[in-house]
């Protein structure tokens, strides 16, 4: 007698939703998958592998496209700003859009093309966008840019690129993860001065002493980002809360422990980013960007550019009021431009957000 094939059940999710980004086939798929997605994105969340584009009417109304010019996205990410820019351009003129990210450039190239735009109109370039100068060169100049400073949500939510601490992987960080060391690699040869003073100018860490300390006396090397997370709460284990947490939580042993939490995740975030700008020499390559960015204008020609936190804004703001004065630019954005509350509630990625624009003369 034969012995009987051992029937193997469906592995089930656990929850209603899954929580793995592997698991989540159905936001990764959301052409086959609309319904799930529209389900997703109506609860105010960012489906997997998908980013929402953020202030694209006021981008737009910044920019003022007209069909028949030429622009350049400095950082194409998902695309959603170059779609907008294209539908503006009624496919008259030419788009080019720019991004060192091979993995995710590939997944928004093919989007684009099943679009119907073709290379006569849109143009994607592998490239750094602090080398505008070279493809202004070779193109002859723009009469808008785009520059949106975000990490997109596709690198953030996949845990094989070290982006966050909020699912464990390997701790990576490169924008480009085919150059240039991990963020791993750059701790494991770091002093706790250097450190120290990353963490306080990339980040504004109140706590980069303890963090610093904490992180260079390690005996074996901080791999993952659950690790790093894990060595962020030992530093902070025993600090005293800032006043205002330390007065939301009272004498209740479970609202201290609450407030130390939330404490902990700040810094984390705070951690994860000061490591990302260090390793893709994100002031560096923003620094370069704005100062090549006006020849890449022609006359007349409009720039808008995204910050997410307050060490990107700074260069920006003091770059187009620099230039301001010389006579290069003509006009200037007054002061920042925010999201509307109705967008951050679509978007909670959406928050942190800061617009600038100028003008060429």
């Known amino acids: ?123 994607l ?32 939510d996949n845990p094989e690129r070290g982006f966050t601490f909020k699912s464990d992987g390997p701790l990576d960080l490169r924008l480009n993860p085919e150059s240039g060391i991990t963020a791993a690699e750059r701790l494991a040869d ?37 690790e790093l997370y894990d060595e962020v709460a030992k530093a902070l284990a025993k600090v005293e809360l800032p006043p205002a947490m330390k007065e939301r939580a009272g004498y209740s042993t479970k609202k201290q422990a609450l407030a130390r939490e939330e404490l902990i995740k700040k810094s984390s975030a705070r951690v994860f980013q000061a490591l990302r700008i260090d390793i893709n020499h994100e002031y560096e390559v923003l620094y370069e960007f704005m100062e090549k960015l006006p020849a890449a204008l022609r006359p007349g020609g409009r720039a808008a550019i995204l910050t997410f936190h307050s060490g990107e804004d700074r260069i920006v703001k003091k770059a187009f009021k620099a230039f301001a004065q010389q006579g290069v630019y003509s006009d200037i954005a007054p002061d920042v431009i925010r999201p509307s509350r109705e967008e951050c509630y679509r978007n909670s990625r959406a928050h942190s957000t800061k617009m600038r624009w100028a003008v060429k003369a």
């Open 125 to 156: 370039r592998n490239m750094n966008f602090c080398q505008i100068d070279e493809l202004a060169a070779e193109v002859g100049g723009f009469d808008f840019v785009l520059a949106d400073l975000g990490v997109s949500s596709m690198q953030i």
């Open 190 to 226: 770091i002093s706790k001065e250097e450190l120290e003073g990353m963490l306080r100018e990339n980040a504004d860490e109140p706590y980069a002493a303890e963090i610093a300390r904490q992180l260079v006396r390690r005996r074996w090397p901080v791999k993952t980002t659950k």
């Open 1 to 123: 007698m034969t012995e009987e094939k051992q029937h193997k059940r469906r592995i089930h999710y656990s929850g209603k939703y899954p929580r793995h980004f592997a698991e989540k086939y159905k936001e990764l798929n959301p052409e086959k998958y609309g319904e799930e997605v529209a389900h997703v994105l109506a609860k105010g969340n960012t489906p997997a592998g998908m980013h929402i584009p953020i202030m694209v009417e006021e981008i737009l109304e910044v920019l003022a496209i007209k069909p028949g010019e030429q622009g350049f996205d400095a950082t194409l990410g998902y695309g959603g700003h170059t779609t907008a820019m294209l539908e503006k351009l009624s496919g008259q003129g030419r788009l080019f859009s720019g991004d060192i990210d091979p993995i995710e450039s590939k997944k928004t190239e093919a989007r684009i093309r099943a679009k119907g735009y073709g290379p006569e109109i849109w143009q």
